[in-house]
């Protein structure tokens, strides 16, 4: 059975696989690693993931959705034409992609996956996750913390023994920052900590919201939203090579763009950071010399703003020695490896704790509407761990009591996570009216909450469906559907995208431009036709070559 890891990311997604002591990367379709988690939907309903997609996103953003793993969780809908996806759903489209890949590749089925999530995923996002890949049919064997896995990397392939690493991971849309430390084969991880709302995405929007502000002060037309995105994302990826940029708000208008502005217009996200990098030091009593090593991953770490930053936080230079879009998937097949046992890696031991306190909301004397929150498992502990508190009712009438369960660290249970609730029936018995309520937190950081009452009546509750939870039955009948989707095959994947990348140049460009664009499009067109498999890869390669040069400008 292959051993797979996956890295669901904000903006790409990776695949890689365990063998004989190493991890390696899966190539999707295209040849690449990175594949775009972006999902289109053309005019006849036919499903476009990856690289089509992402292409597609360009020239009909309103058939187009990226950055849904910032929605998991959540119950917000994305509609298109009468159909409409929920996060878990675009993620399945995602993940089923890459799970085709993988079976391509290696030749044989894969039913399983270690699926890497942000450390700071709460309880509903990480439920989210397992149930996206049950609706594209795979089972998630672990769900590994990015930070983790990519330590798992660093780790392995550092010669020395005993070190503390601090990894600051900036994704897309998530940043965490974990402490772990790895001495003779067994990495703990001391603290996780995070913001599930900061990562890459908001760099480019505040860059969105300057190029904006610079054209109505410049009294320049403002370039379409998908333009300035296209603009901004492209602008925030050059200004990691060079010092200044120029942007191209239209044909005739160009913004200069610097690193001081980026750092002026950024500074507000740039001390998000800062918060949970003071709180795991806290949490675990080191200070900045005790770590050997600073390490940055996720796409976002390469902004020099981000470096300067941690630089001076830590007066030394953080260390970028592996790739840091590859080394969460590749961690996350390591994991694989380890489950599964092999032999290579029998040595190496892994322990994760629980980045949030879990407990309950009890009543507030002082003010009986705003309840205080009790935590059972405070945050940091060693996964699994297992708590249990006694709680009594409030009055003797009392036939029930309510548990609310609640994640985060505010005094006030309103002011956490509320992740769903039970209710324990109270015995009459005065000296059994308790209730001993038992938390769990396995492996993969998911939450059980079991309530046994004085009388000895042993109740295994489950919690409850929250708003932006799916059912075991929504689950199912979203399995059903993707089944029923008409999803672009895959092995067309590399004709259509670039199809759609000529589709869309074509109708940016104008005069002798466009012109050399359309002759492009029939010769390919002609080329498709003849169904020649050489004849067409030769003819994708040429214009792919042609139209980079064209482009020169980084995307997403
Ligand atoms: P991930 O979720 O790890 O795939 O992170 C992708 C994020 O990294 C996106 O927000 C990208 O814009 C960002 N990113 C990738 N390459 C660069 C770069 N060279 N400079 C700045 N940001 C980048």
């Given at each position: 059975m292959a051993l797979i890891g996956i890295d669901l990311?904000?903006?790409?997604?990776?695949?890689?696989?365990?063998?004989?002591?190493?991890?390696?990367?899966?190539?999707?379709?295209?040849?690449?690693?990175?594949?775009?988690?972006?999902?289109?939907?053309?005019?006849?309903?036919?499903?476009?993931?990856?690289?089509?997609?992402?292409?597609?996103f360009i020239s009909h953003p309103d058939n187009s959705v990226h950055a849904f793993k910032r929605m998991m969780g959540t119950a917000r809908e994305w509609q298109s034409g009468k159909r409409k996806f929920r996060p878990e759903e675009l993620s399945a489209l995602v993940l089923r992609s890459l799970k085709q890949d993988a079976e391509n590749f290696l030749g044989e089925p894969v039913s399983e996956a270690v699926i890497s999530v942000p450390a700071y995923f709460n309880d509903i996002q990480r439920n989210a996750t397992k149930q996206?890949?049950?609706?594209?049919?795979?089972?998630?064997?672990?769900?590994i913390n990015e930070p983790t896995a990519a330590?798992?990397?660093?780790?392995?392939?550092?010669?020395?023994?005993?070190?503390?690493?601090?990894?600051?991971?900036?994704?897309?849309?998530?940043?965490?920052?974990?402490?772990?430390?790895?001495?003779?084969?067994?990495?703990?991880?001391?603290?996780?900590?995070?913001?599930?709302?900061?990562?890459?995405?908001?760099?480019?929007?505040?860059?969105?919201?300057?190029?904006?502000?610079?054209?109505?002060?410049?009294?320049?037309?403002?370039?379409?939203?998908?333009?300035?995105?296209?603009?901004?994302?492209?602008?925030?990826?050059?200004?990691?090579?060079?010092?200044?940029?120029?942007?191209?708000?239209?044909?005739?208008?160009?913004?200069?763009?610097?690193?001081?502005?980026?750092?002026?217009?950024?500074?507000?996200?740039?001390?998000?950071?800062?918060?949970?990098?003071?709180?795991?030091?806290?949490?675990?009593?080191?200070?900045?010399?005790?770590?050997?090593?600073?390490?940055?991953?996720?796409?976002?770490?390469?902004?020099?703003?981000?470096?300067?930053?941690?630089?001076k936080l830590f007066k030394r230079f953080p260390r970028q020695t592996e790739n840091p879009d590859h080394v969460v998937a590749l961690g996350a097949a390591i994991q694989a490896g380890l489950i599964a046992r092999h032999e290579e890696l029998n040595e190496v031991v892994m322990t994760d704790v629980m980045p949030y306190s879990m407990g309950i909301a009890t009543h507030n004397e002082s003010e009986p509407d705003n309840h205080i929150f009790t935590p059972i498992i405070e945050r940091n502990q060693t996964v699994p761990v297992s708590k249990e508190e006694r709680f009594s009712p409030i009055t003797d009438k009392q036939s029930e009591v309510e548990l609310k369960i609640y994640q985060g660290e505010s005094r006030f249970a309103a002011n956490n996570l509320y992740l769903g609730e039970l209710s324990s029936p109270m015995p009459q018995d005065l000296k059994k009216r308790y209730v001993d309520v038992r938390f769990t937190y396995d492996v993969n950081g998911l939450l059980e909450v079991i309530a046994t009452t004085g009388d000895g009546s042993h109740q295994r509750l489950v919690i409850q469906q929250t708003e932006g939870r799916m059912s075991d039955q929504e689950v199912d009948e979203a399995f059903k559907k993707l089944a029923e989707l008409k999803i672009h095959p895959r092995e067309k994947a590399v004709n259509k995208a670039l199809t759609i990348r000529l589709d869309r140049l074509y109708e940016q460009a104008i005069g002798e431009r466009r012109e050399q664009i359309g002759e492009w499009i029939s010769t390919f067109n002609k080329t498709l036709a003849t169904q020649d498999e050489k004849r067409i890869a030769a003819d994708v390669k040429a214009l792919q070559k042609i139209l980079d040069e064209i482009e020169n400008r980084d995307w997403f």
């Amino acid at each position: 059975m292959a051993l797979i890891g996956i890295d669901l990311g904000t903006t790409h997604s990776l695949i890689a696989y365990y063998k004989d002591g190493k991890a390696n990367l899966i190539p999707n379709v295209h040849g690449s690693f990175l594949t775009p988690s972006v999902v289109s939907v053309e005019k006849d309903g036919n499903i476009l993931v990856g690289e089509s997609a992402r292409e597609r996103f360009i020239s009909h953003p309103d058939n187009s959705v990226h950055a849904f793993k910032r929605m998991m969780g959540t119950a917000r809908e994305w509609q298109s034409g009468k159909r409409k996806f929920r996060p878990e759903e675009l993620s399945a489209l995602v993940l089923r992609s890459l799970k085709q890949d993988a079976e391509n590749f290696l030749g044989e089925p894969v039913s399983e996956a270690v699926i890497s999530v942000p450390a700071y995923f709460n309880d509903i996002q990480r439920n989210a996750t397992k149930q996206a890949a049950a609706i594209a049919g795979l089972q998630v064997t672990r769900l590994i913390n990015e930070p983790t896995a990519a330590a798992l990397i660093y780790g392995l392939n550092d010669s020395e023994d005993d070190k503390k690493y601090l990894v600051l991971d900036l994704g897309g849309g998530t940043f965490d920052v974990t402490i772990l430390e790895y001495f003779s084969g067994v990495f703990e991880v001391h603290a996780s900590a995070g913001d599930n709302h900061l990562g890459g995405e908001d760099f480019t929007q505040v860059i969105i919201d300057w190029i904006n502000q610079e054209c109505v002060s410049k009294k320049l037309e403002c370039p379409s939203n998908v333009m300035a995105y296209k603009l901004a994302e492209a602008a925030k990826k050059q200004l990691s090579k060079s010092s200044a940029v120029e942007i191209p708000v239209s044909d005739t208008d160009v913004l200069l763009f610097d690193q001081a502005q980026f750092e002026k217009i950024a500074n507000s996200l740039i001390n998000r950071i800062r918060e949970p990098i003071i709180r795991v030091m806290q949490d675990t009593e080191l200070t900045p010399a005790d770590f050997n090593d600073i390490v940055l991953i996720g796409g976002s770490t390469r902004m020099p703003v981000i470096h300067q930053f941690v630089t001076k936080l830590f007066k030394r230079f953080p260390r970028q020695t592996e790739n840091p879009d590859h080394v969460v998937a590749l961690g996350a097949a390591i994991q694989a490896g380890l489950i599964a046992r092999h032999e290579e890696l029998n040595e190496v031991v892994m322990t994760d704790v629980m980045p949030y306190s879990m407990g309950i909301a009890t009543h507030n004397e002082s003010e009986p509407d705003n309840h205080i929150f009790t935590p059972i498992i405070e945050r940091n502990q060693t996964v699994p761990v297992s708590k249990e508190e006694r709680f009594s009712p409030i009055t003797d009438k009392q036939s029930e009591v309510e548990l609310k369960i609640y994640q985060g660290e505010s005094r006030f249970a309103a002011n956490n996570l509320y992740l769903g609730e039970l209710s324990s029936p109270m015995p009459q018995d005065l000296k059994k009216r308790y209730v001993d309520v038992r938390f769990t937190y396995d492996v993969n950081g998911l939450l059980e909450v079991i309530a046994t009452t004085g009388d000895g009546s042993h109740q295994r509750l489950v919690i409850q469906q929250t708003e932006g939870r799916m059912s075991d039955q929504e689950v199912d009948e979203a399995f059903k559907k993707l089944a029923e989707l008409k999803i672009h095959p895959r092995e067309k994947a590399v004709n259509k995208a670039l199809t759609i990348r000529l589709d869309r140049l074509y109708e940016q460009a104008i005069g002798e431009r466009r012109e050399q664009i359309g002759e492009w499009i029939s010769t390919f067109n002609k080329t498709l036709a003849t169904q020649d498999e050489k004849r067409i890869a030769a003819d994708v390669k040429a214009l792919q070559k042609i139209l980079d040069e064209i482009e020169n400008r980084d995307w997403f």
